[in-house]
């Protein structure tokens, strides 16, 4: 079975900083998917950006970005300059090549300050 | 709209009673999904819909739970005699073919609450 940790209840960042949030996961699978979802106030979870584990090099998606280890199985999202609409929930949720379930992590709780 | 509509978005209900919960997927999407999300918690899969195919329901935690989708669109999660533990937000979302390279799309949820 896939599990997937957040190790970070709860983070703070000002705003216009960086912020690194942690995900770590356990698969025996060589071909998956992770993935970091936002979740508002408002409950909509909205996707913020996806990595393919065949591909090497880390996403991007304007001022998100991740820094993925597959050795290690590490999924870091990176948020930089921080901006208020950012607070919110973050899971990190992994998707292996043969199911089409997410497996999701308890969630970060990020709160953007002034 | 455009996006997945669930409903209700709120409801409270006595210990054991029935309940239905509605998911209106995007327009075209054969896949569909339903997620639980506990108080503190991840969000945990319940149960997936992919075209005619016979659904996975290996996420159903009891046999008071069941869903079904109506021609291949809306979807309906029953819960039947509720108990206090399944108070939880309940997610909908739906995707293109239900491929790894298509994401999911969530509705706003349903926060149920068992009094």
């Known amino acids: 079975a896939q599990t997937v940790t957040q190790s970070q209840p709860e983070m703070s960042v000002q705003e216009a900083e960086t912020v690194t949030l942690s995900c770590t996961y356990d698969t025996s699978e060589s071909n998956y998917y992770l993935f970091w979802y936002k979740q508002p106030p408002s409950r909509q979870m909205i996707l913020v950006i996806r990595?393919?584990?065949?591909?090497?090099q880390n996403a991007t998606e304007n001022r998100f970005s991740v820094n993925f280890q597959k050795a290690a199985k590490s999924f870091s999202l990176k948020i930089s300059d921080s901006q208020l609409g950012d607070t919110a929930m973050y899971f990190c949720a992994f998707q292996t090549g043969t199911a089409s379930k997410l497996t999701f992590g308890t969630g970060t709780r990020l709160q953007v300050t002034l | 709209g455009a996006g997945v509509s669930q409903s209700p978005s709120n409801k409270v209900t006595e210990k054991g009673k029935d309940v239905e919960l509605r998911c209106d997927p995007i327009?075209?999407?054969?896949?569909l999904y339903w997620y639980r999300q506990s108080l503190g918690q991840g969000l945990e899969f319940l149960i997936y819909f992919q075209g005619n195919s016979a659904p996975d329901k290996s996420g159903l935690p009891s046999d008071r739970f069941s869903a079904e989708r109506t021609g291949g669109s809306v979807s309906t999660l029953t819960i039947q005699r509720t108990q206090q533990e399944d108070s939880a937000v309940y997610l909908c979302?739906?995707?293109?073919?239900?491929?790894?390279?298509?994401?999911?799309?969530f509705g706003d949820g349903t926060r149920l609450s068992i009094l």
């Open positions: 327009s075209g999407h054969t896949a």
């Open positions: 990595q393919e584990a065949y591909k090497q």
């Open positions: 979302a739906s995707s293109l073919d239900g491929g790894r390279n298509q994401p999911q799309h």
